[in-house]
């Protein structure tokens, strides 16, 4: 093994100490040559598994009573621990992901900032969800009592880290963020693939928690086997709720496990999406080459291992659609393969562009040249014509990788059709001009129904965070298409309603008493009542 950061501990973290795991041990790979990191990490059995959940259960109660100025301030506090350990932070991520500086030091930015925003969502207050039936004593034919409702934290939550986000979607990421800014007390499971990672942003908000005096089973992050340690995390009674990114497979195993439990638990997974980009005649009259490169960078960015990467194109038919595609051709050699983020992602992806190769009607179109280093495959684009896709279930299945296929389509009514056949997409894109207008116009309902996310005249990849945002959609890009994981209305997945009766004011949470002692905007008798 090879050591590049001695201080880590290599245990898990379980109400505030590190403990030392009784099954087995893992340890990472640096992925540009497979050799193996130091330390190893020990791996917790169910018993152990057991201490982190119940240490969730026990602080639930007083961590969701927390005054919002504390608890926003705990959620700025984690920022800045990890920014005051990013080089660290940064350092280790390279080691076990291969992924750059640059890409890595942007991730950690995003990681605090996401915790920033949730911060000042707790402050403002508006996902409480405050609304107020005032009493209607003398209403005929009937009076009408008092009722009062707010949102309230569902409980403990277990999260999932992702292999392709070591920062932003893992430890203290977008679902950790949004599951601990609802109030809910967060046990991690650590993506196996980077644990020295997942170890330095766990003790940065660990110590944030000390920081608070907050119980210490707020957080506990665990490393284990996703399919023993990961199973029997969703399986646990104490946990009411889980947050996954990663395969459609283990996606769905989670899903499964949850609903099996005598009280089945809602379980927000990002999963497959292969984001279709529709090309129209009037978007392929400009600068063709310029176009071919903008589509293999955000093709090839992270060596295509994003979420959101551009897995499927569709370009019509004709002249236009040719010089397109032959510009993508002739750009691809430009492009040499990256890093993977470990070798069995890079077998999964030789997989997967090996079974399309195969395909009868699928043809290269373009093919990049492979990295320095064992696993970072040449980038490669496909082409099919459109009754070949629509027979060809393999065709649309992702490639998690840089891949992608382009569709040639005959017309508008073909790509309407074929559009009503793709499976739910996270994003789908518009490439269209002012004359293109009347047939993108046609397509948005089906769009509508199929994607979380529509752009127009750009790239899927790169996911501002905000209040708009919305990174979800059907099945199987999610398991919710009702809910986001980025952005702040990600929080309203780990809340439920609970109305109030006629009770007392005296007795009525401080969200819902007469004088509104915490400045909420509220909706009385339906209409709004800003503080």
């Given amino acids: 093994m090879t050591s590049t950061a001695t201080a880590l501990a290599g245990h898990s973290l379980i109400n505030g100490s590190a403990v030392q795991g009784r099954g087995g041990t893992t340890a990472a790979a640096d992925p540009a040559t497979n050799e193996l990191l130091e330390p190893a990490y020990t791996l917790i059995d169910a018993e152990q598994l057991g201490e982190a959940t119940r240490a969730a259960a026990e602080a639930f109660d007083s961590f969701r009573a927390l005054d919002p100025e504390i608890h926003a301030a705990f959620l700025e506090r984690i920022a800045e621990n990890i920014e005051a350990s990013g080089d660290e932070i940064v350092a280790r991520a390279m080691a076990e992901t291969g992924l750059p500086e640059a890409r890595l030091v942007g991730e950690r930015g995003r990681t605090a900032n996401q915790l920033r925003l949730f911060a000042a969502v707790v402050r403002q207050g508006d996902h409480r969800g405050v609304r107020i039936d005032p009493a209607l004593p003398d209403r005929q034919p009937m009076p009408r009592v008092d009722i009062r409702q707010r949102r309230i934290p569902l409980g403990p939550v277990a999260v999932f880290g992702a292999s392709n986000f070591p920062l932003a979607f893992s430890t203290a990421g977008g679902d950790t963020a949004s599951a601990l800014a609802a109030g809910c007390p967060v046990v991690f499971k650590a993506h196996n693939a980077h644990p020295g990672t997942s170890e330095l942003v766990g003790r940065a908000v660990v110590d944030a928690v000390r920081a608070f005096d907050l119980h210490p089973g707020v957080f506990s992050l665990v490393f284990g086997p996703g399919s023993t340690i990961g199973q029997a995390l969703v399986a646990d009674p104490a946990i009411k709720a889980v947050g996954f990114t990663g395969s459609r497979g283990a996606g769905t195993a989670l899903m499964r496990t949850a609903a099996g439990r005598p009280e089945p638990i809602p379980v927000y997974a990002e999963m497959s999406s292969i984001n279709p980009v529709f090309f129209f005649e009037g978007a392929l009259q400009g600068d063709l080459d310029a176009l071919a490169a903008a589509y293999l960078g955000s093709v090839t960015g992270s060596s295509g291992q994003l979420c959101t990467a551009p897995g499927l194109v569709f370009v019509p038919v004709g002249d236009a659609g040719d010089a397109f595609v032959a510009a993508v051709g002739r750009a691809a050699a430009d492009y040499a393969g990256q890093t993977m983020l470990t070798r069995g992602i890079c077998d999964s992806w030789r997989s997967g562009v090996d079974a399309l190769d195969r395909q009868d009607g699928v043809e290269i179109v373009g093919r990049g040249t492979d990295g320095a280093t064992e696993n970072a495959p040449a980038p490669v684009v496909f082409s099919a014509d459109t009754p070949t896709f629509l027979a060809n279930p393999v065709l ?94 990600a929080i309203e997945r780990f809340l439920r309603p609970v109305a109030y009766q006629n009770l007392p004011d005296v007795l009525l949470p401080e969200d819902l008493q007469e004088a509104n002692p915490r400045g909420l905007n509220r909706r009385i008798d339906g209409n709004a009542s800003p503080a």
């Fill in 396 to 489: 649309h299945e992702e490639i998690f990788g840089a891949a992608s296929l382009v569709v040639r389509y005959d017309g508008a009514e073909q790509l309407l059709q074929t559009a009503e056949r793709l499976e739910g997409q996270l994003t789908t894109t518009l490439h269209l001009t002012d004359s293109d207008q009347e047939s993108a116009r046609r397509l948005l309902p089906v769009l509508e129904r199929k994607a979380g996310r529509i752009l127009a005249n750009g790239w899927p990849t790169g996911v501002e965070v905000g209040h708009a945002m919305v990174h979800g959609g059907p099945f199987p890009a999610t398991s919710d298409s009702r809910t986001t994981s980025v952005g702040s209305l």
